[in-house]
């Protein structure tokens, strides 16, 4: 049993007297994808928050490749390898598209030059080097998405963690996305998607956690997950969307 | 024709270098002192407030730290200015880097409040501090001693041409640090923090590291320009370097330019240099005059003779406000809009002409 | 004890003005998240108002907050309107930059106006002192103490009894949510600025018996203004009346036992420290 990329050991988060997360535990193997589901509020980007170092957790440890990252800063967590995505998508919006990526590189180089060849080269995969001087506030919210994913993983990281990254977009788009994250498992790097879309959950994760009111509910194979009487349940109990 | 803007930058180095052969009045070099101050002043506090989009309005501090401290080593240990800047400089810099490190945990409007706060204190310090800064009375400095180098008296800065010179190398080292930055890492990574600080965190950028790191850039050249300042006018006291107006005056040279561009400041200075110094010249109530808007010896054109050349901040504050309402990208900002409606507006008329 | 006791009772009787401006300014910001850097120009204003309601009318000064309280009223909704109003979009250093720029206006018109010569407003009890319990107390701080105190029981009583009053409160604690209730939340804006702007102008006649009166005064009040907002909690009515008393009795304690010129050096490194180590204030939301 090789040692967990990510390794998440009872953490609990508070806001005041509000559990965010109460007693959150599971890990992943490198290389997987898993998904991370609940309903609104179930404190999925809370945790998201937590393990990059936004806000350390009020209790537990979070372990990424053997490095204890309670209350590291956002910026070391990145460096140590890890990025996300984030809900509400954040583009560095008086920037350009080319720019936006290089911020990203920039995490791994000095040279502009090699940051802009690398930078290229996510465009390319995302699919986005055909407007690399477009500014980055002006872009539609499919290719905004998709820019986002390009910038992180232009800092080479080794776990991504994409938040509700299909959002919003129709349903080519996110069939873009899906392919993309796929692709983007191919080339070796670990992922933990939080996502409301079920089809697409199903069909990328290779484990499910399920989060409900800031606690674990269920973890395991996503067809376990679906036959889950208790995850039903959390589901049917939030309002349609 | 890509060279043009170059040929056109080395075209107007010439001749601000001739300048000074062919012109010699006294008055249109000390507008064209004047003028080179405000660059390096706009340009130094872009790099913290446009590139970073950390609005300071206490950069008077820097000012203050470096017009007082040269002056002092000038007047009381008699150390020659070219020697003594460096230690203001140097004093400057740390000193904003403790500043930073304090403040820069605060955003937006409250960062604003605490750099306020902070050039009040530097201000009522200087104030106070009787003993080392003379209080109120300020210093006063007499003559600056010759250039000497190698045995040949340089100059001994009786004219105005070495400061002519000296202000002009300033503004151009200053503009080049700003270019420096823009084309490197630091200019993505303060870009990165201005648009949205924390995407930039999780992308690997240490926040207070860089911002202070904008911050010293910014610091050290004003408190240059402060020393400059000093020299230049030779005499300082806390309300003349330390106040909130000169805070707000390095602030609007680059919002009227056009905030996070290095053509920004200079456009600035072009605009605000002329302005006050029209205003202090009464040309602008002449102009007024002659124009027959007002009587020159009715009431209001008595008061306006009287009162004009002091209005300079009242003409600071209806410029911020007219700016921010209707311009708040600056002039800069404003043509290039105008040239990218205009552009648009030909692409569509070429289509519509290509589809009929 | 005696210097400790006179000084308190001093601060807490400066205070209380204080305490008004503050809630001029937390109104602001609270129901428009504005902050209003020409907040101490205000004061200025109702300064200079009441001076010469004073030397052209003979109205004693605190008689004169009548006129004071519409005037700074009508003008304060004039200037949400025509400037603050446009601005409410934009970035937040935008609109501080363009309050200064207001402030810059009004302190320099009056300078021109006026001319910067000092002017005192004095009235046969401006310098007269009322003894409590054994203390000295100067009697128009006295007086402003009990005027604000009652300004500001009819104020709270307007925002928790009133509709209106309920409906700024409203605004000022979901925006959105208020106007899909029906509130008209321009309108707010401009009740909320004519208030603050009434309540500056207020402080200013108050404290014209005892301060000197001159165009650049406001200045120093917009900065202790702040202090006073931040302390108490950005937006917390309740928390700037606290903050201003509190920063009175700093500001009077360190003008006795370390030196007057060194009184707002206190108040500012006090505001650091806020800053630094609270920012939500005493009775804010930690939102930053």
């Avoid at chain 2, 150390?79 to 800047?85: F, K, L």
């Avoid at chain 3, 104020?155 to 000022?172: K, S």
């Avoid at chain 3, 006795?256 to 920012?279: I, M, N, R």
Wanted: glycine share 10%; hydrophobic share 50%; with cysteine.
């Amino acid at each position: 049993m090789t040692t967990p990329i990510l390794d998440i050991r009872h953490v609990s988060r508070f806001f005041g007297g509000l559990a965010a997360n109460s007693d959150v535990s599971f890990s992943m193997q490198e290389g997987m994808i898993m998904g991370l589901i609940g309903p609104n509020g179930a404190g999925k980007t809370t945790l998201f928050n937590c393990i990059t170092g936004f806000y350390p957790p009020s209790r537990g440890d979070i372990f990424f490749r053997g490095h204890r990252l309670n209350g590291l800063t956002p910026d070391k967590v990145c460096k140590l390898g890890m990025a996300r995505t984030w809900q509400k998508v954040r583009p560095l919006a008086k920037m350009t598209v080319l720019d936006n990526v290089m911020v990203g590189a920039l995490a791994r180089t000095n040279s502009l030059a090699t940051a802009s060849e690398m930078a290229m080269q996510q465009l390319r995969h995302v699919r986005l080097d055909h407007k690399p001087k477009a500014l980055a506030g002006g872009l539609p919210i499919g290719e905004r998405k998709k820019l986002e994913v390009a910038r992180v993983l232009a800092t080479q990281p080794t776990l991504v963690l994409l938040d509700e990254v299909m959002g919003g977009l129709n349903p080519s788009e996110s069939e873009e996305i899906i392919l993309l994250i796929l692709d983007t498992k191919r080339r070796g790097i670990t992922q933990m998607v939080i996502e409301h879309d079920m089809k697409a959950i199903m069909r990328i994760s290779d484990r499910i956690v399920v989060l409900n009111s800031g606690e674990k509910l269920a973890e395991g194979l996503p067809r376990e997950i679906v036959e889950n009487q208790e995850v039903v349940a959390a589901y049917l109990g939030e309002s349609v969307e | 024709m890509r060279s043009l803007p170059v040929l056109l930058l080395a075209a107007v180095a010439i001749g601000l270098f001739a300048f000074p052969a062919f012109v010699e009045s006294p008055y249109a070099l000390h507008v064209m002192i004047l003028l080179f101050l405000a660059v390096v002043q706009g340009e130094a506090w872009n790099v913290l407030g446009g590139y970073t989009g950390q609005y300071s309005v206490g950069h008077a501090a820097w000012f203050g730290v470096g017009a007082y401290t040269t002056m002092m080593l000038m007047q009381y240990e008699h150390v020659a200015p070219w020697w003594g800047v460096w230690p203001a400089l140097a004093l400057a810099v740390v000193a904003a880097l403790v500043v930073g490190s304090i403040t820069f945990r605060l955003r937006g409007p409250y960062f604003v409040l605490a750099s306020i706060a902070v050039a009040e204190i530097f201000r009522l310090v200087a104030l106070n501090w009787k003993d080392v800064t003379n209080g109120a009375e300020g210093i006063l400095t007499s003559d600056l001693p010759p250039l000497v180098v190698g045995g040949h008296t340089i100059t001994d800065f009786v004219s105005k041409v070495p400061f002519y010179y000296a202000g002009l190398v300033l503004a151009f080292i200053t503009i080049a640090v700003n270019w420096g930055v823009q084309h490197s890492k630091l200019g993505y990574y303060f870009q990165a923090i201005r648009e949205d600080q924390d995407a930039a965190h999780s992308l690997g950028i240490p926040l207070t590291f860089y911002k202070n790191v904008a911050l010293a850039i910014s610091a050290f050249f004003t408190a240059w320009s402060g020393a400059f300042y000093a020299l230049y006018v030779g005499f300082i006291d806390p309300g003349t370097v330390l106040t909130t107006e000169v805070s707000v005056q390095f602030v609007l040279i680059c919002i009227i330019g056009g905030i996070g561009t290095i053509g920004g400041p200079v456009v600035g200075a072009l605009v605000l240099v002329p302005l006050s110094e029209a205003l202090r010249a009464n040309l602008l109530s002449d102009l007024v005059f002659k124009l027959r808007l007002v009587d020159e010896s009715s009431r209001t054109g008595l008061f306006l003779k009287d009162n004009l050349a002091h209005a300079h901040a009242l003409i600071y504050g209806i410029l911020v406000v007219i700016v921010i309402l209707f311009m708040p990208e600056g002039v800069l900002g404003w043509v290039r809009g105008g040239l990218a409606r205009r552009r648009r507006g030909a692409a569509g008329g070429a289509a519509e002409g290509a589809a009929s | 004890m005696q210097v400790f006791l006179q000084s308190v009772v001093s601060g807490v009787l400066v205070g209380g003005v204080y305490a008004l401006i503050g809630i001029g300014l937390t109104l602001i910001f609270g129901v428009m998240r504005v902050i209003n850097f020409a907040h101490g120009e205000l004061l200025m204003v109702g300064m200079y108002l009441t001076y010469y309601v004073f030397t052209l009318l003979g109205i004693d000064p605190f008689v004169s907050i009548v006129i004071v309280i519409p005037v700074m009223f009508l003008f304060g909704v004039l200037l949400q309107r025509v400037l603050i109003q446009r601005v409410l979009d934009a970035l937040p250093q935008n609109q501080i930059l363009l309050t200064i720029g207001l402030g810059l206006i009004l302190s320099n018109t009056v300078m021109l106006v006026f001319t910067s010569d000092y002017k005192i407003l004095s009235t046969s009890y401006s310098s007269g002192s009322v003894m409590l319990g054994g203390i000295s107390v100067s009697q128009p701080l006295f007086v402003s103490f009990f005027i604000t105190a009652v300004i500001t029981g009819a104020l709270y009583l307007f925002l928790l009894e009133t509709d209106v009053g309920q409906a700024i409160r409203a605004t000022a604690q979901d925006r959105e949510a208020a106007q899909l209730m029906g509130v008209n939340v321009r309108r707010m804006g401009l009740l909320a600025f004519g208030l603050g702007s009434a309540l500056a102008g207020t402080a200013g006649a108050l404290v014209s018996p005892t301060y000197y009166i001159f165009p650049q005064v406001g200045s120093a009040f917009t900065l202790k203004a702040f202090v006073i907002v931040v302390l108490g909690g950005m937006g917390s009515i309740i928390g700037a009346t606290l903050g201003g008393i509190i920063i009175g009795t700093v500001e009077s304690l360190a003008a006795s036992y370390v030196s007057s010129g060194l009184k707002e050096l206190f108040v500012y490194v006090l505001f650091l420290f806020v800053l630094l180590v609270k920012p939500s204030g005493l009775l804010g939301k930690s939102r930053m």
